[in-house]
């Protein structure tokens, strides 16, 4: 499955932005990841099939929220109330088995080339 992610940008603190990904299949998780510079990549979100289950870090609970279309193989990430700390590149993630949690980076099957977001 070949991944391209669109919406990043610079925000100022507070402000929102909305990540899109567009997939040319279907994978039953999709997720959203990011790193940081110097940082380790980390799970930002993930949403399983139809948008049944959604999982969040509890850095971004409350503040991100994650949907996806399963009839046009897009997933999305509206991020509102920006931190700095949210600044990194972040990933669209597509995977195919249904077992491991859902913030082990190793568990995705497909990559996008990453957008990255700044907050300052």
């Known amino acids: 499955v070949q991944l391209v992610e669109s919406g990043g940008g610079s925000v100022q603190a507070g402000g929102s932005l909305r990540l899109s990904c567009a997939a040319s299949?279907?994978?039953?998780?999709m997720g959203w990841f990011r790193r940081a510079p110097g940082k380790e990549r980390e799970g930002v979100a993930a949403i399983y099939a139809g948008g049944s289950s959604t999982y969040y870090a509890d850095s971004v609970k409350g503040r991100f929220t994650i949907s996806r279309d399963s009839a046009k193989n897009t997933v999305s990430l509206q991020m509102n109330s920006l931190k700095p700390a949210d600044t990194a590149m972040y990933y669209c993630?597509?995977?195919?088995?249904?077992?491991?949690?859902?913030?082990?980076?190793?568990?995705?099957?497909?990559w996008g080339q990453g957008t990255q977001v700044t907050v300052s």
């Open positions: 993630a597509a995977r195919r088995r249904t077992f491991g949690s859902w913030y082990i980076a190793s568990t995705y099957d497909d």
């Open positions: 299949g279907y994978s039953i998780y």
